[in-house]
């Protein structure tokens, strides 16, 4: 638990822009679905409504709506650069914090500052569409009962251009989740939850599963020189964004395991990231492919 004072007064600031953007938002909606309602139009109509239950939840901060009205246009463009303007305001005063606490040699407190500096970035996205546009799910299994069709072979989108980086770049070695090498492995610092990788594509990738695999069993303790405890090495609690966008939330994802995420239909990718949130160890993701 973070009890810096700088960053608790930054994110009580956050918040509160963006209960006041939220309350503006809704009360533009407002205004057009009464005028959507006095027309009879109720495809229109429906589509507001919709909105303002889904902004009025607590956790959303972001919009890709898209509407007919101009005056619900413009509403939600206000919105959208309000919800930047707050992001931007909080990255700096974190980032400010960031730069004290290492300066104060409380480095795990400047990781985990930054970590949730990265969140913000993802949530810094409002007003921008998704690429991701079909429904997708995560099924987490064991490495020996993936089926057949989803193993790597010859199938495997691995894209040259992807890149890695992560909660504690350079020294968890991302790159090493993508170097195609099962010998190596991306690992989470001690216990530095929360935590998170980022895989980045040059160019857009299709692709219908991608498949996350976890470190191997028989590597935990192999590089630390000790075993952690019972259980250790798993993520209890995570999410993955996709293209800056939808959200999925997994539990339990432990060494040995392999996450698919399965899409409804063939879905464009630009890139996809792994938030930690919460876990036992050192947690690692040793391959990641896409297969059509």
């Known amino acids: 638990m973070l009890k810096v004072d700088a960053v608790r007064k930054a994110m009580d600031a956050y918040h509160a822009a963006i209960v006041a953007a939220k309350e503006k938002y809704q009360n533009v909606l407002q205004i057009v679905l009464d005028e959507c309602m006095k027309k009879g139009d109720l495809e229109a109509s429906k589509q507001i409504k919709g909105e303002m239950q889904r902004i009025a939840g607590e956790k959303v901060t972001s919009s890709d709506a898209d509407f007919a009205s101009v005056r619900a246009r413009a509403g939600h463009a206000t919105f959208?650069?309000?919800?930047?303007?707050?992001?931007?305001?909080?990255?700096?005063?974190?980032?400010?914090?960031?730069k004290a606490e290492v300066k104060a040699g409380r480095l795990e407190q400047a990781e985990a500052i930054k970590a949730l500096m990265d969140n913000l970035a993802l949530a810094g996205q409002a007003g921008k569409k998704p690429a991701v546009q079909p429904a997708a799910q995560i099924r987490i299994v064991p490495e020996s009962q993936l089926p057949p069709a989803l193993k790597p072979g010859d199938k495997a989108v691995r894209p040259t251009g992807v890149s890695a980086s992560s909660s504690n770049s350079p020294a968890d070695k991302p790159e090493?989740?993508?170097?195609?090498d099962p010998s190596t492995?991306?690992?989470?610092?001690?216990?530095?939850?929360p935590g998170w990788i980022t895989f980045t594509f040059d160019k857009p990738v299709r692709a219908r599963h991608v498949i996350l695999v976890q470190r191997r069993p028989a590597q935990v303790g192999a590089t630390e020189g000790t075993r952690p405890p019972a259980g250790g090495d798993a993520v209890a609690v995570g999410r993955v964004i996709l293209n800056d966008g939808p959200t999925l939330e997994f539990r339990n994802?432990?060494?040995?395991?392999?996450?698919?995420?399965?899409?409804?239909?063939?879905a464009e990718l630009s890139g996809l990231r792994m938030i930690?949130?919460?876990?036992?160890?050192?947690?690692?993701?040793?391959?990641v492919y896409a297969l059509k």
């Open 80 to 98: 959208a650069r309000s919800l930047d303007a707050a992001t931007k305001v909080c990255r700096s005063a974190l980032d400010n914090a960031v």
């Open 176 to 180: 090493f989740s993508i170097d195609g």
């Open 185 to 193: 492995t991306w690992q989470l610092g001690r216990y530095a939850f």
């Open 253 to 266: 994802f432990e060494p040995g395991q392999v996450m698919i995420i399965e899409f409804a239909a063939e």
């Open 276 to 287: 930690l949130q919460e876990g036992t160890y050192r947690p690692g993701i040793r391959d």
